[in-house]
């Protein structure tokens, strides 16, 4: 019987903190096979992460292997001096990190970068090793490859940043690919084109691969095998089809209900994790009654220098509606979402709200409209937008102070933990700062923030793009339940078209700036007209039986 290239036995992982050892990883066991893909999900902190850094050896000073064997083409590398691993690292094993943007050097182009890898490991002249890059580029398929050699990370899109860390993952041709996440945070269709593009290389060029996820359609449609962890153990390892047909672990069980499928609800998803969503306080105001109109967008163009970037958009959304914006990368959401915001101005057109103009009024002078508290947003990255010198219940307060007049009184305390309250946040972790707190936990004080004025419009930019799929139904509950409680609206910007179609009466697809498409989100999932909308339907990937059998196994 062939030796597997990668043998995990038995490994625990131990990481030293202030309040004592934490135990990582608690002996697992997995194997991967040349050619082999092999799938990890789970939830952020079940140990996918760090089982493949692990691997890599690249644990950080505090974290260390305590017990068993990690051996990789039959030599045992678990205590490997720096000596015999740097040659291994991107040319025998490689790694796609989970943040492109922030694994790339942000003051070298990224056509140094790629060449870095390869010099690190042949001996090139620096033209030679530019060749080289230019023609992985070409390979990763990114578009004008030549001009993007000489550009800096943060002149890419998030799909390309991740297309050249791709490229610099396989530049040595690495028997082993581990791929961390690789398309967090990407559209539907670039995750596609994305993970095709995985698929095609390594199978192209014979490489294992290991996709550490927490998506679970995409584990089923481009994994043979698939390991679940949970807090630092394999509870249950199998063939997609058997796995998501017939989980046998309860954890499992708990991550399938969870996912969105095309037949969810939100009651379906949240299931057993209902009783994590607590009971509302009585409100002190009357919510806010269904009917009328309450936004109105006409004719609204948004340019940046040559680049037109929301072409001629309109449409309406009523009061207590929740209307769903969908679209890749590029297409304008974010965009048309900061206009409505009033971020930042229009270049033509029309933005009423409640009857009122307020595309008129400068962006910068729109906090101290009366409607600036009405209009609140919900953003993507709760961590990044949350400031990390402001306690929990500072970040709650401080619009609170700056919009409604608040100072610090008993009554700002106890509005705070009215609106903590609401989104299911203990009071007790309202003294905590950013990065004390959980992803779900961050998430809650985003909106707990964002309701704390009580507006009527809530703009929702991929509240739950970031989060673990247990989370996210707690929270598309939450939301869903303070919508009806409170009367709010929401413009709700996702790429997750299952959380659309669940959370939203109607939906707009936007393309390159325009509407393709509007109307109710059951006729448009159901019935799509435009070949665009059927194009980002056709990209969802799904863990249903037939998708494991398409995959062949």
Same mark, same amino acid.
Not at 270 to 275: A, K, Y
Not at 294 to 317: E, I, P, Q, Y
């Given at each position: ?211 550490? %996820? ?93 680049? %037109? ?245």
């Amino acid at each position: 019987m062939t030796a597997p290239l990668l043998s995990i036995e038995d490994l625990h992982v131990s990481f030293a903190t202030r309040h004592g050892v934490v135990e990582a990883i608690r002996g697992i066991s997995l194997s991967l096979a040349a050619g082999e893909t092999l799938g990890i999900v789970g939830e952020s902190g079940s140990g996918k992460s760090v089982t493949s850094l692990a691997v890599m050896r690249l644990l950080d000073r505090a974290g260390r292997i305590t017990k068993g064997r990690i051996t990789f083409r039959g030599e045992d590398i678990t205590r490997a001096s720096r000596r015999i691993l740097q040659p291994l690292r991107g040319a025998a094993m490689s790694m796609i990190f989970q943040n492109p943007r922030a694994a790339l050097n942000p003051i070298r182009p990224v056509g140094l970068q790629i060449a870095d890898v390869l010099r690190a490991h042949e001996p090139l002249s620096a033209q030679e090793a530019r060749a080289r890059a230019l023609a992985l580029l070409e390979a990763v398929r990114i578009r004008e490859p030549r001009a993007r050699l000489d550009a800096y990370p943060h002149e890419l899109s998030g799909g390309m940043c991740q297309r050249v860390m791709i490229a610099m993952a396989i530049a040595c041709e690495p028997a082993l690919l581990i791929a961390d996440e690789p398309t967090t945070g990407l559209d539907v269709t670039t995750q596609k084109t994305v993970m095709d593009l995985l698929a095609e290389t390594t199978a192209r060029r014979g490489m294992a691969m290991i996709l550490i %996820t927490h998506d679970l359609g995409l584990a089923a449609q481009y994994c043979g095998r698939i390991a679940v962890m949970e807090r630092g153990k394999v509870v249950e390892e199998a063939a997609p089809r058997r796995l998501f047909g017939a989980p046998q672990h309860p954890y499992t069980q708990r991550l399938v209900a969870a996912s969105p499928t095309r037949d969810s609800t939100v009651a379906s998803l949240v299931g057993e994790t209902e009783t994590e969503i607590p009971a509302a306080p009585p409100l002190p105001a009357p919510a806010a009654t269904r009917g009328g109109r309450l936004l109105a967008v006409r004719n609204l163009v948004k340019r940046f220098g040559g680049t %037109t970037a929301v072409n001629d958009v309109s449409f309406h959304l009523e009061s207590g509606e929740s209307l769903g914006l969908v679209g890749e990368s590029g297409s304008g959401k974010s965009t048309l979402s900061r206009l409505i915001c009033r971020l930042i101005d229009q270049s033509s057109g029309s933005i009423l709200f409640d009857g009122a103009e307020i595309g008129a009024l400068p962006a910068r002078n729109f906090h101290q409209s009366l409607h600036r508290r009405a209009i609140q947003l919900v953003f993507q990255d709760h961590g990044e937008s949350l400031n990390p010198r402001f306690s929990a219940f500072d970040s709650i307060a401080d619009p609170l102070q700056r919009l409604a007049g608040f100072g610090r009184t008993p009554a700002l305390r106890a509005r705070v933990e009215e609106c903590a309250d609401r989104v299911g946040l203990p009071r007790e972790l309202l003294h905590r700062f950013p990065h004390q707190l959980s992803g779900g936990q961050k998430a809650r004080v985003g909106i707990a923030r964002a309701i704390a004025c009580r507006p009527r419009l809530l703009v929702l930019d991929e509240p739950t793009a970031a989060l673990d799929v247990s989370v996210q139904a707690v929270i598309l509950a939450l939301l869903d339940r303070l919508r009806r409680e409170e009367g709010l609206s929401f413009l709700f910007v996702s790429h997750d078209l299952n959380v659309i179609r669940m959370m939203c009466e109607r939906t707009i697809v936007l393309q390159t700036g325009q509407v393709v498409e509007e109307g109710p989100s059951g006729r448009i999932f159901a019935a799509p007209q435009a070949a665009y909308t059927r194009e980002l339907l056709e990209a969802i990937p799904h863990f249903e039986p037939d998708v494991a059998e398409a995959v062949g196994v």
